[in-house]
């Protein structure tokens, strides 16, 4: 995992725990569409429930182009590394703290929490599971979804236990009416430059003008698989990729020693989206975990949530620099 910035307050370095096997407790819309986002850091939230003025802090950034990854509640590092990122967004001074001038900037009256009809959309395309094994992978038709609440989670940037407790009763049966999180509608611009910073974590999205259009939490390499340093190229853009596994060239995967085509689908080995560079086999892509990212490593590339990655895609061109650097400071350059 990358480690953040010191200067960071002891209320805001709380660990974020997945809520894992046990059933988040139910959460009511009102409680977080009147939360106060100035309230966080009076007290720590239960460490195995969403605090819904964390969902509502985290929408907001979402909303503002500072993204904390997955919306789960939960207090940590993406949070605040988007808080920091806002910071600087907005000619702040990077520090990460929720003092009154970011919530005031970040609040609005907007509600955090909306109803949304499942429809018969929403049930097609899924599969029964997704296996580990890549071989096991290969064989399917597409790697997609395996239920609607999972779609729904990632439509809407939800981690699946939000939707899970905002919606206890729920079948997510087309035709039902459920409760999500509004995020805001994808950022747009043209990137001249994306930095990727090795050690907070980040991925940082700049415009022609040197201002930040973006900021997104990131998994980049690991210690056994180390991502490239300098300064390398966007080749392209591949939306919603197959994926080529080639022991040889890049990693072994259980005992898959043959060259495997593992069909699209956002639970695949790189999500929905590809964004190919110069340095050969490596790229910015998706993830079909978007609650492990920058809190396991990856093989070399650069990983973002299936939304933010599309974002991004949505605003690079080929011959779009992307600087790998490695600095403990959050303040982009």
């Not at 990122?85 to 005031?104: I, Q, W």
């Not at 064989?139 to 206890?168: C, W």
């Not at 599309?310 to 992307?322: F, H, W």
Request: glycine share 10%; aromatic share 4%; proline share 9%.
């Amino acid at each position: 995992m990358s480690s953040m910035k010191t200067a960071l307050p002891m209320s805001l370095l709380a660990l974020a725990i997945s809520v894992g096997g046990a059933a988040a407790r139910e959460l009511r819309p009102e409680a977080i569409n009147t939360a106060s986002i100035a309230s966080i850091g009076a007290e720590k939230p239960a460490p195995a429930d969403p605090d819904p003025a964390i969902v509502r802090l985290q929408v907001l950034l979402d909303r503002a182009g500072a993204s904390p990854g997955v919306i789960d509640g939960l207090s940590g590092e993406n949070v605040n590394k988007a808080v920091a990122g806002f910071e600087a967004m907005n000619d702040l001074p990077v520090d990460g703290r929720l003092d009154p001038e970011v919530v005031s900037r970040l609040e609005g009256n907007a509600p955090i929490v909306e109803s949304y009809v499942v429809s018969a959309d929403d049930a097609k395309g899924l599969v029964d599971k997704i296996p580990e094994d890549y071989g096991e992978k290969a064989k399917m038709q597409s790697l997609g979804y395996t239920s609607v609440a999972e779609k729904l989670s990632e439509r809407f940037h939800m981690g699946i236990d939000l939707v899970n407790a905002l919606n206890p009763a729920s079948q997510f049966s087309p035709g039902d009416t459920v409760w999500v999180v509004t995020p805001g509608p994808p950022t747009e611009g043209k990137v001249k430059r994306i930095e990727a910073n090795k050690k907070t974590g980040q991925v940082l999205a700049f415009a022609g003008d040197g201002s930040l259009l973006a900021v997104y939490p990131a998994t980049i390499g690991s210690e056994d698989n180390p991502a490239p340093s300098g300064k390398h190229k966007v080749k392209g853009v591949a939306r919603m990729p197959v994926y080529r596994y080639d022991p040889k060239r890049n990693f072994k995967q259980g005992k898959n020693d043959n060259v495997l085509t593992i069909p699209k689908g956002p639970n695949g080995p790189v999500g929905t989206v590809w964004i190919d560079l110069t340095e050969p086999t490596y790229g910015i892509h998706g993830t079909p975990e978007p609650k492990l990212i920058d809190k396991v490593g990856s093989h070399g590339c650069v990983r973002l949530t299936n939304w933010d990655a599309e974002e991004l895609a949505g605003m690079v061109k080929p011959g779009v620099l992307v600087d790998f650097v490695n600095r403990s400071s959050a303040t982009p350059k």
